[in-house]
């Protein structure tokens, strides 16, 4: 197998695509040798890394993150084969990269250990313009170290996409550039655009607006100053689609922007905006929605989409900015959707102003941030966009249920799982064990929320909780490096001690069955009345007096709010519950619920 799969590398091509000179293989076969996760990024999207033999070669290459779930769903794995369909070839301080746009992976050649004995492809300098940062440069995967020199050769684009007009012959994927990309032309749809902001300071002052840019292969946000905002703010609508070219491509200001590119482009004198004549191969907005009913367990501050029906749009009201003294317009409204949830979500200026959609209409938002104001509440971002019925899938599917269900339906706010507030769960949402697994709630490609009232029985001890990241917000599992020296990836950080978190799974019964739900740190510590970090503690010191804490712990009954979802593990499937929030039982709550039960029987 090996000796077959080898036989149809194609041996050489590497070097040839950093190289004009030499014959030039379309779509090259090559090996992968090595595949690594990136350093987790600010907005934690994943992103892969590839080493790629030719068996003369070897080369590193960043995989666009349209590719990810081949490397996720375990297709693309060490030793196996792939044929590289679309890629770019770069040159970043004295490092060739590759990044890959499009590859098929071809299992018929299977797997094999590495062949042959391939080389890194030799450096050769050029001038560079700038010392640019970039995230492709870290040092010591797989090979030679990085070079001091800075190095920036030209670089081609191979793509599989279908040729354009002439006018636009070589149109770039947004994912492919990057401030060592010259000459490119990207087709991209606006998917949002700021109003003009102005800025007055003692030296300077000015105006700028951005838009947000999308194509199939990512997106990518772009600003324009002064000059330029006067020439191209009338020319950009949202929705519509754009040739865009001769930009300057820059490291993107994570703080400002809700999207996953690490570059952002700016509007220069020379940029050429044109309005394309063909609308249609572009993708609309691409949206990632959370549920309202989830937003308990979504860290706060995250960037996040959601599709509601609009409740209630408060009136515009005026807010004076604590540092900058400038007074805001927002407006608050209340969404609403079927895990029977509701949140508040606050607009801003121009959008809060000229906000006129009609209520029960479905809107969706794309990038708003997450607070924990109130429970959990969300705030537009200025990047993000709002639309208002838009015709899409899930605003077809929320409409249908509103208008069957949900206009009569009462919602549980974020605001009412923090404290005392009165329960506004309504009986009817109350399942018994037995009804939960007839019902099969959660079987369905969608969650489902019911609540549950129900006695501890057992909670299992093994794993019960994790080591987490001490920095406020992040709630990643850290690992002990060496004796109090835990390391959190994600915010490159390393600790003295870390703070253990809840991930418990409790097994509850009612008069009519048995049922294991999951629970994270919250709910874990309402359910043994202690934080995770003091249990740990005390079963360092003591095992039996940690073991009395689970006893104790046992045979409460509480009211429970749960999430029923469908759970993939290889092939098999299994519906896993998850406790969203937890109470104490009220008791005169739980009377007047069981009267009204009791009078459903009552045939007169
Ligand atoms: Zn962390």
Sequence with gaps: ????????????????????????????????????????????????????????????????????????????????????????????????????????????????????????LETKTDDDEKNQPTTISSSGFYGSKIQGTQVQTGMR????????????????????????????????????????????????????????????????????????????YDIFQEGNVYYISNCRVQIAKKQFTNLNNDYELTFERDTVVEKAEDQSDVPQVRFNFTAIGDLQSVEKDTTIDVIGVLKEAMEVSQIVSKTTNKPYNKRELTLVDNSGFSVRLTVWGATALNFNALSESVIAFKGVKVSDFGGRSLSLLSSGSMTVDPDIEEAHRLKGWYDAQGRDGSFTSHASLLGTTSSTMRPDRFKTIAQVKEEQLGMSEEAVYFSLKATVIYIKQDNMCYPACLSEGCNKKVTELDPG?????????????????????????????????????????????????????????????????FQEANCRTLNFRCRAKIDHFGDQQRIRYQISSAKEINYSEEASRLAELIELYNVS
Excluded at 98 to 113: K, M, P, R, S, T
Excluded at 201 to 212: A, M, Q
Excluded at 488 to 504: A, N, V, W
Aim: proline share 5%; net charge neutral; charged share 25%.
């Design 1 to 120: 197998m090996a000796s077959e799969a080898a036989s149809r590398v194609s041996f050489g091509a590497l070097s040839a695509i950093f190289d004009d000179t030499k014959p030039q293989t379309p779509e090259p076969i090559v090996q992968c040798v090595h595949i690594k996760p990136l350093p987790p990024q600010q907005n934690n999207q994943e992103r892969y890394r590839a080493v790629f033999s030719d068996i003369s070669n070897y080369v590193q290459t960043m995989l666009a993150t349209q590719l990810n779930p081949i490397v996720t769903g375990g297709v693309l794995r060490k030793g196996c084969f792939v044929r590289l369909k679309s890629f770019q070839a770069n040159s970043v301080k004295g490092k060739k990269i590759l990044v890959i746009i499009d590859l098929e992976v071809l299992q018929e050649l299977g797997e094999a250990e590495k062949i042959g004995e391939p080389k890194p």
């Design 157 to 232: 684009v191979q793509s599989a996409r279908p040729a354009l007009g002439s006018a636009h012959a070589t149109i770039y994927p947004i994912e492919a550039i990057s401030p060592y990309s010259h000459k490119w032309t990207i087709k991209a749809r606006c998917t949002s655009k700021s109003t003009i902001k102005t800025w007055h300071n003692r030296n300077t002052e000015g105006k700028l607006f951005s838009v947000n840019l999308l194509d199939d292969s990512g997106e990518i946000r772009a600003t324009g100053f002064n000059d330029q905002c006067d020439m191209l």
């Design 485 to 549: 020296q835990w390391r959190c990836e994600r915010c490159d950080k390393t600790h003295s001690r870390p703070e253990y978190r809840y991930i418990m799974l409790v097994n509850v019964s009612d008069h009519t069955g048995q049922l294991w739900l999951s629970c994270f740190d919250d709910v874990g510590r309402l359910i043994m009345g202690t934080s995770a970090d003091q249990l740990m503690e005390l079963r360092q010191a003591d095992e039996k007096a940690a073991g009395d804490v």
